[in-house]
T-cell receptor
Framework: GNSVTQMEGPVTLSEEAFLTINCTYTATGYPSLFWYVQYPGEGLQLLLK?????DKGSNKGFEATYRKETTSFHLEKGSVQVSDSAVYFCALRQTSGSRLTFGEGTQLTVNP | NAGVTQTPKFQVLKTGQSMTLQCAQDMNHNSMYWYRQDPGMGLRLIYY???????DKGEVPNGYNVSRLNKREFSLRLESAAPSQTSVYFC?????????????FGPGTRLTVL
């Protein structure tokens, strides 16, 4: 079946540090890949997505590249801010199904 | 344009009680979903409705029922609540069931079953 594995958290960084959150997946075919962000007390918001191999999704300074050869979709940001503190979820969606399969989430805390 | 709204925000039930979680979207989306979020497990799909008039089981449907009341509304019912159903419940919607579609989430309902 499908699965998504994220790096274990929590992750704590200082402001302006470089961020990487690893995400690898198991799926057949060519799923779509997503990063969602959940701020404290809120629902999930789409951060970025990529729908085919080698696509790069980007938004608000975050980037992730769909790597079919390594089945990965790592999230990166060059300089994090305190306002980036949140839980980040990697997810996939198969071509033949409706549901999103989520990773367990990574808690990010950015200190000033 | 409120997006996806959910009521209530918080609920405490005793074991065996029943309740219905309400969800509505104003984006004219065809597909709607119910997820539960548990610590360390991400979100898991309970039920979904690909279009008005249809519903299908997701990954963890036991103990739940759903109703797609119309295109806007999708409710989740717990007939006899159990402590294992303590969780945060999220409703989501998307334009269609397509695999590249973005799902939009509501703010969640935090349910505690004693």
């Amino acid at each position: 079946g499908n699965s998504v594995t994220q790096m274990e958290g929590p992750v704590t960084l200082s402001e302006e540090a470089f961020l990487t959150i690893n995400c690898t997946y198991t799926a057949t075919g060519y799923p779509s890949l997503f990063w969602y962000v959940q701020y404290p007390g809120e629902g999930l918001q789409l951060l970025l997505k990529a729908t085919k191999a080698d696509d790069k999704g980007s938004n608000k300074g975050f980037e992730a590249t769909y790597r079919k050869e390594t089945t990965s979709f790592h999230l990166e940001k060059g300089s994090v801010q305190v306002s980036d503190s949140a839980v980040y979820f990697c997810a996939l969606r198969q071509t033949s199904g409706s549901r999103l399969t989520f990773g367990e989430g990574t808690q990010l805390t950015v200190n000033p | 344009n409120a997006g996806v709204t959910q009521t209530p925000k918080f609920q405490v039930l005793k074991t065996g009680q029943s309740m219905t979680l309400q969800c509505a979207q104003d984006m004219n989306h065809n597909s709607m979903y119910w997820y539960r979020q548990d610590p360390g497990m991400g979100l898991r799909l309970i039920y979904y409705s690909a279009s008005e008039g249809t519903t299908d089981k997701g990954e963890v449907p036991n103990g739940y029922n759903v109703s797609r009341l119309n295109k806007r509304e999708f409710s989740l019912r717990l007939e006899s609540a159990a402590p294992s159903q303590t969780s945060v419940y999220f409703c989501a919607s998307s334009e269609s069931g397509g695999w590249t579609d973005t799902q939009y989430f509501g703010p969640g309902t935090r349910l505690t079953v004693l």
